[in-house]
T-cell receptor, first 114, second 112 residues
Framework: DGGITQSPKYLFRKEGQNVTLSCEQN?????MYWYRQDPGQGLRLIYY???????QKGDIAEGYSVSREKKESFPLTVTSAQKNPTAFYLC?????????????FGPGTRLTVT | GENVEQHPSTLSVQEGDSAVIKCTYS??????FPWYKQELGKGPQLIID?????GEKKDQRIAVTLNKTAKHFSLHITETQPEDSAVYFC???????????FGTGTSLTVIP
């Protein structure tokens, strides 16, 4: 079965701790994305990567970091510098780095920081 | 950058009625417009998309229309069923861009 997996589904952390969210895809897609979803605000882009070893900041990158060492994997680290990290995080991938084709989404990780 | 507005934010319809969700975009260079359905606690899934060289596209009970002059596009769901209840998002991608710009979502409830 091809698709995107995100783990874990629920994550709880104490304030001040960094936390890494996993995203893996076996679709052989070049482009991968991280979004943050908050109630009433839709999906906001955190980071995206069009190719291995390259990534760009999205609209709300502050307090987050990513890496793209392998085509299949695009982990997101939520650092202690992120002021309001509690949210639903979605990873996506696309065959087309140019943004003109469907993005496939994972099931999401709900992060709660207290 | 692109700005996508989506209305209404909530919509309730009786089973069997039609539902219409509208989006406007600001960048006239946008050329790809997908619609996603998100069920509670899950990731969004593409239900239909349209490109700027087409004015309308249908897939069974779902259709999307695009008016490039007015810079708006709409999702139409006919003969709604309870399983259509979900949050729907529109998005737009500028021709020179490499990211989607999403609307803020519409929570659709189909009342049996």
């Amino acid at each position: 079965d091809g698709g995107i997996t995100q783990s874990p589904k629920y994550l709880f952390r104490k304030e001040g701790q960094n936390v890494t969210l996993s995203c893996e895809q076996n679709l052989n897609h070049d482009a991968m994305y991280w979004y943050r979803q908050d109630p009433g605000q839709g999906l906001r882009l955190i980071y995206y990567s069009q190719i291995v070893n390259d990534f760009q900041k999205g609209d709300i990158a502050e307090g987050y970091s990513v890496s793209r060492e392998k085509k299949e994997s695009f982990p997101l680290t939520v650092t202690s510098a992120q002021k309001n990290p509690t949210a639903f995080y979605l990873c996506a991938s696309s065959i087309d780095p140019g943004g003109e084709y469907e993005q496939y989404f994972g099931p999401g990780t709900r992060l709660t920081v207290t | 950058g692109e700005n996508v507005e989506q209305h209404p934010s909530t919509l309730s319809v009786q089973e069997g009625d039609s539902a219409v969700i509208k989006c406007t975009y600001s960048d006239s260079a946008s050329n790809y417009f997908p619609w996603y359905k998100q069920e509670l606690g899950k990731g969004p899934q593409l239900i239909i998309d349209i490109r700027s060289n087409v004015g309308e596209k249908k897939d069974q009970r779902i259709a999307v229309t695009l008016n490039k002059t007015a810079k708006h596009f709409s999702l139409h769901i006919t003969e709604t069923q309870p399983e259509d209840s979900a949050v729907y998002f529109c998005a737009a991608t500028p021709f020179t861009g490499n990211q989607f710009y999403f609307g803020t979502g519409t929570s659709l409830t189909v009342i049996p």
